[in-house]
């Protein structure tokens, strides 16, 4: 199987700065732009199936895709992003001066610590694994595209790479970039990381 990770185009929460998690926000005006962008690179791709988590960043940046191909947006709440819990919504610089203990603990440890109410790395991992097991079983030697969020993309990354959970903030991943991996082998691949080539020409504010 082949698996394109699309990360979501901009929010405003991207911008300000701001643990956005679950939270359903939707696309800046920069982000749907970024979008298009993303779902003109792909246009010439032979996409089998595209599926987005349920959060609307990810289905407006699926739905653009989905318009160069016959194909409709499968949704699935497992690739929602790791839940932040109570810091969803508050700005990098309100949690540090509010909660900067745990946050370093977070950030040093996130395989087997959650912000308060939220997931450990560990559990947003278990959650992908079991939807990548789903798709490997359907579509063995078809291209899948995940629409989803950096959190999950790059647990998934150290998973499928054998890197410790707690490496996953090594991965630097742009809105609206590419990462592709095979997946035909006894391990994965990875052919491409952070593709941003489409978006050179989008520039303006969110």
Same mark, same amino acid.
Not at 86 to 98: C, H, I, S
């Given at each position: 199987?082949?698996?394109?990770?699309?990360?979501?185009?901009?929010? =405003?929460?991207?911008?300000?700065?701001?643990? #956005?998690?679950?939270? &359903?926000?939707?696309?800046?005006? %920069?982000? !749907?732009? *970024?979008?298009?962008?993303?779902?003109?690179?792909?246009?010439?791709?032979?996409?089998?199936?595209?599926?987005?988590?349920?959060?609307?960043?990810?289905?407006?940046?699926?739905?653009?895709?989905?318009?160069?191909?016959?194909?409709?947006?499968?949704?699935?709440?497992?690739?929602?992003?790791?839940?932040?819990?109570?810091?969803?919504?508050?700005?990098?610089?309100?949690?540090?001066?509010?909660?900067?203990?745990?946050?370093?603990?977070?950030?040093?440890?996130?395989?087997?610590? =959650?912000?308060?109410?939220?997931?450990?790395? #560990?559990?947003?991992? &278990?959650?992908?694994?079991?939807? %990548?097991? !789903?798709? *490997?079983?359907?579509?063995?030697?078809?291209?899948?595209?995940?629409?989803?969020?950096?959190?999950?993309?790059?647990?998934?990354?150290?998973?499928?790479?054998?890197?410790?959970?707690?490496?996953?903030?090594?991965?630097?991943?742009?809105?609206?970039?590419?990462?592709?991996?095979?997946?035909?082998?006894?391990?994965?691949?990875?052919?491409?990381?952070?593709?941003?080539?489409?978006?050179?020409?989008?520039?303006?504010?969110?």
């Amino acid at each position: 199987m082949r698996l394109l990770l699309v990360r979501h185009g901009a929010t =405003a929460h991207n911008q300000e700065n701001r643990f #956005t998690g679950q939270t &359903d926000v939707d696309l800046s005006s %920069l982000g !749907y732009r *970024q979008a298009k962008a993303v779902g003109e690179r792909l246009a010439v791709e032979p996409l089998d199936v595209i599926v987005a988590s349920d959060l609307q960043r990810t289905r407006a940046t699926a739905q653009m895709i989905a318009h160069y191909h016959t194909l409709s947006v499968q949704e699935d709440a497992n690739l929602r992003e790791m839940a932040l819990g109570e810091w969803e919504g508050l700005a990098y610089t309100e949690v540090v001066t509010r909660d900067a203990t745990r946050l370093h603990r977070w950030q040093t440890d996130s395989a087997n610590y =959650a912000p308060p109410g939220g997931e450990k790395a #560990t559990q947003v991992r &278990d959650r992908v694994v079991q939807t %990548l097991a !789903y798709w *490997q079983e359907q579509q063995p030697g078809g291209t899948i595209v995940w629409v989803t969020h950096g959190g999950v993309i790059d647990v998934l990354l150290c998973h499928l790479l054998g890197m410790d959970l707690n490496r996953r903030h090594q991965f630097h991943l742009e809105n609206a970039s590419i990462t592709e991996l095979d997946l035909n082998q006894k391990y994965a691949v990875l052919i491409r990381l952070n593709e941003t080539t489409h978006l050179r020409e989008i520039t303006g504010t969110f």
